[in-house]
T-cell receptor
């Protein structure tokens, strides 16, 4: 059974640029959630995708967008990067909406300069 | 608003001893799940233990157990026989169960636990 994987591991971008982060869900999982973890903080919910459709969004601006593909992998896109977007971005997968246990990937560390 | 408070930013314990991490939460919902996640320095978040709010019996997983006090909205984690590998950031989190809603985890700010040899 393959766990949740994320790429890239680290990324450095300049303010104003755009970035795409990728997540492969655990085998058999069809729900992906994205979280932002600022330094010294707990993760904050960005949005969730279930069977290729957005299923809820946290308090993040529209420049944070996502996609889920037929194989249930997912992308997080952030446009017009700001310094405060520097964080660890975590992806978590689960099977269905009624399964409350989410399995996390190792994260992507994004630094905006 | 749904919130999770972990009042201990850092804790330390000697190897083989017992330590308790505190967590309080606030929700107006009656149906939810509570979790403790561990995030070692390698970053990958690992589920340690979970508790269904409708269950009165406290959950136990090997050396890890919880003290769930629903009326007080308290959910502490006890680690017995602490091991060096328990050194990590520990996050308390919950999910509310609302039909037709998304199941997002709400996290606390975490407690950094250091196990000393």
């Amino acid at each position: 059974e393959t766990g949740v994987t994320q790429s890239p591991t680290h990324l450095i971008k300049t303010r104003g640029q755009q970035v795409t982060l990728r997540c492969s869900s655990q085998s058999g999982h069809n729900t992906v959630s994205w979280y932002q973890q600022a330094l010294g903080q707990g993760p904050q919910f960005i949005f969730q995708y279930y069977r290729e459709e957005e299923n809820g969004r946290g308090n993040f601006p529209p420049r944070f967008s996502g996609l889920q593909f037929p194989n249930y992998s997912s992308e997080l896109n952030v446009n017009a990067l700001e310094l405060d977007d520097s964080a660890l971005y975590l992806c978590a997968s689960s099977f269905g909406l009624a399964n409350y246990e989410q399995y996390f990937g190792p994260g992507t560390r994004l630094t905006v300069t | 608003a749904q919130t999770v408070t972990q009042s201990q930013p850092e804790m330390s314990v000697q190897e083989a001893e017992t330590v308790t991490l505190s967590c309080t939460y606030d929700t107006s919902e009656n149906n939810y799940y509570l979790f403790w996640y561990k995030q070692p320095p390698s970053r990958q978040m690992i589920l340690v233990i979970r508790q269904e709010a409708y269950k009165q019996q406290n959950a136990t997983e090997n050396r890890f157990s919880v003290n769930f006090q629903k009326a007080a909205k308290s959910f502490s984690l006890k680690i017995s026989d602490s091991q060096l590998g328990d050194t990590a950031m520990y996050f308390c989190a919950f999910i509310t169960i609302l039909l037709g809603s998304n199941y997002k985890l709400t996290f606390g700010k975490g407690t950094l636990l250091t196990v000393n040899p």
